[in-house]
């Protein structure tokens, strides 16, 4: 991956986007690192566990994932905040751009460029953009490890727990496939209305998890 965004105006060095991914690659060799292990020791997660072992591991997910509810839900806010126009950064001016009596400086657009109504973000903003995205990817990564690991053990479990919860389980795991899915060319925002659906009901999962162990 290049250090100079093609978008960057002026060849400007983007330094966002290699730390993000080294972040994820370096998270996903932990992952493997970590299922080697388990294998190594003779856990292997595909295989059944004990119901006790089980259950422990369902009542600590089942916290981790409310956890992960609240913080995709500050996270999504965070995303779908709007960026800061190019004339508030460069002039110091309240995010609309214009100063506290309302009127352009100089007689100029509120944007500070003629004849430029709807200016593109400046690289600072994209990078923000970017940092504030890729943080939810990454939680939402973490949530269907846990998701993926929980549906294993209920169906050790089961019949010992409700036909309805390890369907449950599936479902997320489904819905949560389906938000990745979303591509930003088909014009749908995954941050939009599908993560909201996607938390309401990982949000119900997870307290249904809890109660019923």
Known sequence: MSLSSPDAPGGETDTTLPPMAL???????????????????????AAQQSADDARAYLAEAARELTRLHMQLLM????????LPSASSQSDGLPPDGLPPDGLPPDGLPPDGKPGDENPEPP??????????????LMK????????????????SLYPAVSEEL???A??????????????????????????TLFLQRLLSFAAWLEREL
């Open 23 to 45: 972040l994820a690659t370096l998270q996903t060799a932990w992952t493997v690192k970590g299922a080697i292990g388990e294998r190594r020791a003779g856990r292997d997660p």
């Open 75 to 82: 996270a999504k806010v965070q995303a779908a905040r709007p």
């Open 123 to 136: 690289a600072r903003g994209r990078r923000v953009a970017m940092v504030r995205q890729f943080d939810v």
């Open 140 to 155: 939402l990564r973490r949530t269907g490890r846990l998701l993926h690991s929980a549906h294993q053990r209920l169906m």
């Open 166 to 168: 390890v369907e449950e």
């Open 170 to 195: 599936r479902r997320c795991r489904g819905e949560l496939s389906t938000l990745d899915a979303v591509d930003d060319a088909s014009g749908e925002d995954r941050f939009g209305e599908p993560l």
